[in-house]
């Protein structure tokens, strides 16, 4: 499958360039991290949240969780995990649970937890479970320009 078609259509819209980081294939960001060599801190995981207006993107590292207390804080309501049906309708061209961590293609705002600012490189998640997309802090930046940058992470348990 390698890099889901909005997603490659995104990045040449916003003449970023890119590099394609093949790894073998997971099922999860940490697992994905570890497959490419590379520090969890530096790979930008993607979960849907649904909240009452509809769903939206939080982007934050690998390394982290969300703290849903500071994320629906954030809101000023409660929000969810959006379900396996929901995911599979909002990202028709990824693999099932592979959802790059730009939600603009997709038509999803998006809340990015700030210490994903940190490394000088990003890597993402392409679309599938095989491949991620590596951009330089500067170009994930431009990427999430529209976003909301705050802290709503957590330490993994």
């Given at each position: ?14 003449q ?14 940490m ?7 590379i520090?969890?801190?530096?790979l ?13 993107l939080?982007?934050l590292?690998a ?15 409660p ?14 061209d990824?693999?099932?649970g592979a959802?790059p ?5 997709y ?50 348990e």
């Amino acid at each position: 499958m390698s890099i889901a078609t909005k997603l490659r259509a995104h990045l040449a819209r916003k003449q970023i360039d890119f590099y394609v980081a093949p790894h073998r294939r997971t099922t999860d960001a940490m697992s994905s991290a570890e497959a490419s060599h590379i520090s969890p801190d530096c790979l930008a995981k993607a979960v849907v949240v649904r909240a009452s207006d509809g769903y939206f993107l939080a982007v934050l590292p690998a390394s982290q969780r969300i703290s849903w207390s500071r994320l629906n804080a954030l809101l000023g309501e409660p929000c969810f995990m959006a379900t396996e049906k929901e995911l599979d309708q909002l990202f028709e061209d990824c693999a099932h649970g592979a959802i790059p961590a730009i939600g603009e293609c997709y038509g999803l705002d998006v809340v990015v937890e700030a210490s994903i600012c940190d490394p000088p490189d990003v890597y993402l998640e392409g679309g599938d479970h095989t491949t991620l997309v590596r951009v330089s802090q500067a170009q994930f930046a431009q990427l999430s320009e529209n976003a909301r940058l705050a802290h709503f992470a957590a330490a993994l348990e």
